[in-house]
């Protein structure tokens, strides 16, 4: 599994680099809410980074303990709730990638941020 794999030296590094990255992306983003779609790592391991007044984690299995379980590609989320959007490796591993950014649209309010982590960002969605 993923989190064996993360587990090894090579994952371990990758959780470092993209640790860095990702400090660096969220470290303009200020607001009220930020939403993590998907667990990469421990559930801490990025939302530690967000300047908001509060970060939630959503994921689509209880192992990680994030804040709540539901479908990623039908959020429980009003309309412009959120101020940013951090999908770590979400999309690689989904077969709904673009129902998960059409609800990440409906859920970001106007100027919301979104930062996306991903391993084959071009090849995935058909993008060329």
């Known amino acids: 599994m993923v989190k064996d794999w993360l587990e090894t030296p090579l ?7 993209e640790g860095r990255v990702v400090e660096e992306a969220l470290d303009g983003i200020f607001g009220e809410e930020c939403l993590q779609l998907g667990l990469w790592g421990e559930n ?10 509060r970060c939630m984690l ?22 412009d709730a959120i101020d940013a959007v951090l999908l770590p ?3 690689d591993f989904s077969d ?22 991903g391993f084959k960002p071009t090849g995935l969605w058909g993008l060329r």
């Open 96 to 117: 709904r990638p673009h129902e998960i950014l059409r609800e990440v649209d409906r859920v970001l309010r106007p100027n919301g941020q979104i930062v996306i982590l």
């Open 44 to 53: 801490r391991t990025f939302m530690r980074f967000t300047r908001t007044q």
């Open 11 to 17: 994952g371990e590094a990758l959780l470092q680099l």
């Open 58 to 79: 959503l994921a689509e299995s209880p192992l990680g303990q994030p804040c709540a379980v539901t479908d990623l590609h039908r959020l429980p989320i009003e309309n």
């Open 89 to 91: 490796h979400t999309l």
